[in-house]
C-alpha cells in the first residue's frame, strides 16, 4: 500500500484534478465536457472512495455507463478518468491504475452515419469532384484535406498566419462559430499552436480565398459568410456529403478530412510522431489511440518486410 492513501469521493477528486490541471488549459467546450464527466460520476458511484479504488470497481462503472450510451461515448468516458487516476499514482494516494485493462463496453448499439475516413482511392475520386466545383466550400475541403486542421481553426486562419514564401502556415488560435457574434479564441491546448507546412497547391489555394482581406481578419469565415450567411458545422456536413454522392465514396464529416489527412499520411509510412506534431495531438498515445488500426497494418507490412530482409541474408 502507498504511504500517504487518500481517501476522498472520487467524483470529487476528479472536480480537484480538473479544477487544478484543466481550468485555463483547454477551451471552455472542452473544460464542460470534463465537468460533465464529474457530474455522471457523481450519479453513478456518489460513494467510491479513491484510496480503495480497484479495477474492479472501474470496470463495474464503465459497465454500468455503458448501459446507455454508445461504445465510442463510453471509451471517451474511460479515457477521461484515466489521466487524473494515473496522477493518483504518481502522487502515491492509490498503489496502482485501477484503469489497467479496464475496456469500454456498450449495450447501445452504435449507428454509423458517417465514415470516419476515406481510403486513398475514394480520396482521388473525391479531390477530381472538388476540383471541378471550384467553389468556396470545395476549395475548403481540399484545403484540410492538405492540412487536416480542425474545423474551428481553418476558420481562425488570418492572412497573417500564411506564409506563402515559405510554404507554411501558422495554427495559433480558432474561432467560436458555435456563437452568433462569433469571436477568436484559444487553440484546443498548448500542443495546438503548430507550424504546419503545404504544398504550392495548398498555397494557390489561399492566396486566392486571402484576396482582399486584411492581415488579421478570418478569411476563410468571412468569404463563406459573404455567400451562405452564417456558417454551421452542418450546414457544410450537408455540402461535403453532395460532393462524396457525386464522387461516389462514402459520406464522411467535415472532421473526417482530417482523419483522411492523417490516414493518408500514417499509410505512406510518416512517423507517428510527426502526424501527431501535425495534428496539435499532446502526445502520440492520441494518434496511436484514434489510428491504431493503420499502425497495425503497417506493423504488418513491417514484418514482412523484416522476414524477407532476414531470410535473403541466408541466401
Excluded at 31 to 49: A, G, H, I, S
Excluded at 136 to 144: G, H, R, S, Y
Excluded at 247 to 272: E, F, K, N, Q, Y
Aim: net charge positive.
Amino acid at each position: 500500500m502507498p504511504s500517504k492513501v487518500r481517501h476522498i469521493k472520487f467524483y470529487k477528486y476528479f472536480k480537484e484534478w480538473v479544477d487544478t490541471y484543466k481550468v485555463g488549459q483547454v477551451r471552455p467546450v472542452t473544460l464542460n465536457k470534463y465537468y460533465l464527466v464529474e457530474k455522471r460520476l457523481k450519479e453513478l458511484v456518489p460513494d467510491l472512495d479513491l484510496g480503495d479504488m480497484t479495477r474492479a470497481d472501474v470496470q463495474r462503472l464503465i459497465n454500468e455507463y455503458g448501459k446507455t450510451h454508445e461504445y465510442p461515448t463510453v471509451l471517451d468516458f474511460l479515457h477521461h478518468i484515466q489521466a487524473p487516476l494515473r496522477d493518483a499514482v504518481y502522487e502515491g494516494w492509490i498503489a496502482k491504475d485501477p484503469t489497467y485493462k479496464v475496456h469500454a463496453t456498450s449495450q447501445v448499439k452504435h449507428k454509423e452515419t458517417r465514415f470516419k475516413y476515406l481510403e486513398s482511392d475514394q480520396v482521388s475520386k473525391l479531390v477530381k469532384v472538388l476540383e471541378k466545383d471550384d467553389s468556396p466550400e470545395a476549395l475548403m475541403f481540399l484545403f484540410d484535406l492538405k492540412t487536416g486542421l480542425r474545423f474551428a481553426e481553418i476558420f481562425g486562419l488570418t492572412p497573417k498566419d500564411i506564409d506563402l514564401k515559405n510554404l507554411t502556415l501558422y495554427v495559433n488560435k480558432t474561432w467560436n462559430y458555435k456563437e452568433k457574434t462569433g469571436e477568436f479564441q484559444p487553440t484546443k491546448n498548448k500542443y495546438s499552436n503548430r507550424v504546419i507546412t503545404i504544398d504550392w497547391q495548398t498555397a494557390n489555394i489561399l492566396q486566392r480565398m486571402m484576396q482582399g482581406y486584411s492581415e488579421n481578419e478570418p478569411f476563410w469565415l468571412n468569404k463563406l459568410q459573404s455567400k451562405n450567411g452564417r456558417i454551421y458545422n452542418s450546414t457544410l456536413n450537408q455540402k461535403l456529403t453532395k460532393f462524396c454522392k457525386e464522387a461516389d465514396v462514402p459520406r464522411i464529416s467535415i472532421h473526417g478530412l482530417r482523419h483522411t489527412h492523417a490516414s493518408l499520411l500514417i499509410s505512406a509510412g510518416v512517423s507517428i510522431q510527426s502526424v501527431a506534431k501535425r495534428l496539435g495531438h499532446g502526445n502520440t498515445e492520441t494518434t496511436q489511440r484514434v489510428y491504431i488500426h493503420l499502425l497495425d497494418d503497417l506493423q504488418e507490412r513491417d514484418n514482412n518486410k523484416m522476414m524477407t530482409i532476414l531470410t535473403g541474408l541466408g541466401a
